[in-house]
């Protein structure tokens, strides 16, 4: 092992994760959710159009290759003119995929809320949406934490695809220096040890957060 | 927080022929109920006999198939909505009204009910002062600070007021019923039902509940309660309605049906709740 290109590679590679993974992951994850929550009430809807169009969403987002819903956005739409640059394509791409895998877990969690919590907001005079709104939802989002832990967690490992749309991630700084170097396997190890970190983090973070809201949950 | 007494002793509530079925199963056939203003009702019956199901009706959870609701008039709704001086009737036997006309008849009836649960359905993720005043507040478009001073006197006198700011899970079943019943109570309804308020409670903790009740019921505010305590019913009831398999077999003041019931059904049933305990 090359032990000076091993540190000399891991300021740029750092640097990829900063500029690149990170934001990425964090940009698409808010817009997926906020798409998701959107997705998760059209699918509980009781106006069948609705909650049908909502249905179609997620089944083609989870029924298609992320990396074929990233090609269909940066290299497909061209052809029929509309062109999008690389960070704005994988920042669709991902939201839009986040948003389909996300809504299921809302939805899931929306139902998981035991019957007797909607009919006490309706009891002390709430309509379906207020009930909804201030009860449903505040309990359904800490039902959500774990698993939506877990799309985040997936979806910065998902981000190395972005390379192939020509992003500056990570992963694509790897290949460059890699190429540069011919120490192929030295930098993608580096860059996989990177991801593990970034996960690690994430999942103990998730274990905790996870233990203090189960309190706050009807059950 | 005394109900007004300026009005005639008129009914509260006037139930005729409610009838609800779940599929196949009649649960309901026919119930006639009449509750006078400041009279309490203690509802009666084994597992199955649809007494959950005709609270439920009244406070617009459940759509009976048939039957007429009927709410007595007041002087003001707290959250001012406006028809409060006039008596309300819901017809669930007319020809069923359009999605949102039923929506609109089923909040009014809650407008001017409020339902204690079995298992008390406190809103975890918020603190026990959230709980009492979110209807208040939120839906009753109240001050603020005017709902908080009542919900802090009712706190006070169920003896809960130093727990205003913790959650649910920090407190006890009797706790957590007694926040249920003062929930219920701070949305000013001219009705309170009760279902099977202290069954879902530890032996040691029904007694706190009960007595909360029973005060209630002192001081003038009309109420079904739902109960297998049949010592608490005795006392704080002014009338027992005993009913099996959907329908009202037996009726009369408490102590009546509870001594001497003439029914045999009703006999049974109060002989097998003796016995238990
Ligand atoms: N949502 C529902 N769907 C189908 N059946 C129901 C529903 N709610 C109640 N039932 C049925 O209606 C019948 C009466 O139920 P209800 O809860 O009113 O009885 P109850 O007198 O309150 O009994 P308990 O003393 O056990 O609480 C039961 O047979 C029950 O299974
Ligand atoms: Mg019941």
Same mark, same amino acid.
């Given at each position: 092992?090359?032990?000076?290109?091993?540190?000399?590679?891991?300021?740029?590679?750092?640097?990829?994760?900063?500029?690149?993974?990170?934001?990425?992951?964090?940009?698409?994850?808010?817009?997926?959710l906020l798409l998701a929550l959107v997705v998760a009430i059209m699918r509980i809807s009781s106006n069948k159009l609705v909650s049908g169009l909502g249905r179609v969403y997620v089944s083609v987002i989870r029924g298609?290759?992320?990396?074929?819903?990233?090609?269909?956005?940066?290299?497909?739409?061209?052809?029929?003119?509309?062109?999008?640059?690389?960070?704005?394509?994988?920042?669709?791409?991902?939201?839009?995929?986040?948003?389909?895998?996300?809504?299921?877990?809302?939805?899931?969690?929306?139902?998981?809320?035991?019957?007797?919590?909607?009919?006490?907001?309706?009891?002390?005079?709430?309509?379906r949406n207020q009930a909804l709104l201030r009860i449903i939802l505040p309990q359904a989002a800490r039902v959500s934490v774990p698993p939506l832990s877990n799309t985040f967690i997936s979806l910065v490992k998902d981000t190395s695809l972005a390379s192939l749309i020509l992003v500056t991630e990570m992963f694509r700084v790897a290949q460059q220096v890699a190429a540069f170097s011919?120490?192929?396997?030295?930098?993608?190890?580096?860059?996989?040890?990177?991801?593990?970190?970034?996960?690690?983090?994430?999942?103990?973070?998730?274990?905790?957060v996870e233990k203090r809201l189960d309190r706050y949950v009807a059950h | 927080m005394l109900p007004t007494d300026k009005l005639p002793v008129e009914?509260?509530?006037?139930?005729?022929?409610?009838?609800?079925?779940?599929?196949?199963?009649?649960?309901?056939?026919?119930?006639?109920?009449?509750?006078?203003?400041?009279?309490?009702?203690? @509802?009666?019956?084994?597992?199955?006999?649809?007494? &959950?199901?005709?609270?439920?009706?009244?406070?617009?959870? $459940?759509t009976p198939?048939?039957?007429?609701? &009927?709410?007595?008039?007041?002087?003001?709704?707290?959250?001012?909505?406006?028809?409060? $001086?006039?008596?309300? &009737?819901?017809?669930?036997?007319?020809?069923?009204?359009?999605?949102?006309?039923?929506?609109?008849?089923?909040?009014? @009836?809650?407008?001017?009910?409020?339902?204690?649960?079995?298992?008390?359905?406190?809103?975890?993720?918020? &603190?026990?002062?959230?709980?009492?005043?979110?209807?208040?507040?939120?839906?009753?478009?109240?001050?603020?600070a005017e709902a908080v001073a009542e919900a802090e006197a009712l706190l006070a006198r169920v003896g809960l007021l130093e727990k205003k700011d913790a959650h649910p899970f920090e407190l006890s079943g009797g706790q957590q019923q007694r926040v249920g019943i003062v929930r219920? @109570?701070?949305?000013?309804?001219?009705?309170?039902?009760?279902? $099977?308020?202290?069954?879902?409670l530890d032996p040691e903790l029904v007694d706190d509940v009960l007595a909360v009740i029973k005060e209630l019921a002192e001081e003038g505010w009309t109420m079904v309660i739902v109960t297998h305590e049949l010592a608490?019913?005795?006392?704080?009831?002014?009338?027992?309605?005993?009913m099996d398999d959907g329908v009202v077999v037996e009726r009369g003041p408490a102590s009546q049906v509870l001594r001497n019931p003439k029914e045999e059904r009703t006999q049974a049933f109060v002989r097998r709740l003796l016995h238990e305990i």
């Open positions: 092992m090359d032990f000076n290109l091993f540190w000399s590679s891991l300021g740029p590679l750092l640097l990829g994760a900063i500029q690149g993974t990170i934001p990425l992951a964090l940009a698409s994850f808010a817009l997926g298609t290759p992320l990396l074929v819903q990233l090609f269909v956005i940066f290299y497909g739409l061209p052809a029929v003119g509309v062109k999008i640059d690389p960070w704005p394509s994988a920042i669709i791409a991902f939201s839009l995929n986040v948003g389909g895998y996300a809504a299921e877990v809302i939805r899931a969690a929306i139902l998981s809320v035991p019957r007797g919590q909607w009919e006490a907001g309706h009891m002390i005079g709430m309509s011919q120490e192929f396997m030295l930098l993608y190890l580096e860059a996989a040890a990177i991801y593990w970190v970034i996960c690690l983090v994430l999942s103990t973070a998730q274990t905790r | 009914p509260v509530l006037q139930v005729r022929g409610l009838s609800k079925s779940f599929g196949s199963n009649q649960v309901l056939r026919g119930i006639d109920l009449e509750v006078p203003r400041g009279k309490v009702v203690a @509802l009666i019956g084994p597992s199955g006999s649809g007494k &959950t199901t005709i609270l439920r009706s009244l406070n617009g959870l $459940e198939d048939a039957g007429a609701v &009927t709410m007595g008039a007041r002087d003001a709704a707290p959250s001012g909505r406006k028809g409060a $001086e006039k008596p309300l &009737t819901v017809d669930f036997g007319a020809a069923s009204p359009s999605k949102k006309e039923r929506a609109r008849q089923l909040a009014a @009836l809650r407008d001017r009910s409020a339902m204690v649960f079995q298992h008390y359905n406190l809103f975890p993720h918020k &603190t026990v002062l959230e709980n009492v005043i979110e209807g208040p507040v939120y839906v009753q478009k109240r001050p603020r219920a @109570l701070a949305l000013k309804p001219q009705l309170l039902l009760f279902d $099977e308020p202290t069954s879902a608490f019913a005795r006392q704080t009831a002014d009338e027992v309605v005993f």
